[in-house]
C-alpha cells in the first residue's frame, strides 16, 4: 500500500493517503478553473476513508447543491473535493498538493468540452527552463 503525503501552499494544512488512487484525471470544467485560478486542475480520486487530515482544518466552500470543495482558508491553495451526489463515499485531491506531485500520473482528460481552445495546443508553445531571455 502507498503512503501519499501532500498539503497547502503555506504548510497550515497536511494530508496524508493510504491506498491508491482510483484515477488521476485532468479536468477542464469552467468551475474546476474558477476555483482554482488554472486553465486546467489535476484531481486524483480515492475512498474517503483513505485521507487523513494531519494538521489544520480546511475552510469548505458548497459550490453547489452537492459539491463542497476545501480549501486553506489561510493561503486559498484549493484541496478537497467532494460531490455526494455523484460521487458518494468519494474525494478527489488536488494532485498539485502532493509533496512529489509525479507520484501518480495522470490518466486521462475530463470535462474536455469546456476545455479552453488555446489549451488544446500549448504542448506546441515555445517552452523554456526557467523564463525566455530577456529583449
Known amino acids: 500500500m502507498s ?3 501532500g498539503g497547502c501552499h503555506c504548510g497550515a ?3 496524508e ?16 478553473r474558477l476555483h482554482a485560478g488554472a486553465p486546467v486542475v489535476g484531481w486524483t ?7 487523513k487530515v494531519t494538521k489544520g482544518e480546511p475552510k469548505v ?5 452537492h459539491v463542497r470543495r476545501h480549501f486553506c482558508g489561510d493561503c486559498g491553495t484549493g484541496l478537497f473535493y467532494f460531490n455526494a451526489g455523484m460521487m458518494p463515499g468519494i474525494i478527489d485531491i488536488q494532485s498539485a498538493t502532493y509533496d512529489d506531485p509525479e507520484a501518480v500520473p495522470a490518466t486521462m482528460q475530463i470535462q ?3 476545455r ?3 489549451m488544446e495546443h500549448a504542448h506546441e508553445l515555445p517552452a523554456f527552463d526557467r523564463f525566455p531571455p530577456q529583449p
Not at 493517503?17 to 474546476?32: F, K, P, T, Y
Not at 480520486?45 to 485521507?51: F, G, P, R, S
Open 3 to 5: 503512503t501519499i503525503t
Open 61 to 65: 466552500y458548497h459550490s453547489s447543491e
Open 45 to 51: 480520486m480515492y475512498a474517503e476513508d483513505a485521507v
Open 116 to 118: 479552453l481552445r488555446w
Open 17 to 32: 493517503i493510504q491506498g491508491e488512487a482510483i484515477v488521476h484525471a485532468l479536468c477542464h470544467c469552467r468551475d474546476c
Open 112 to 114: 474536455v468540452a469546456e
Open 13 to 15: 494544512i497536511r494530508y
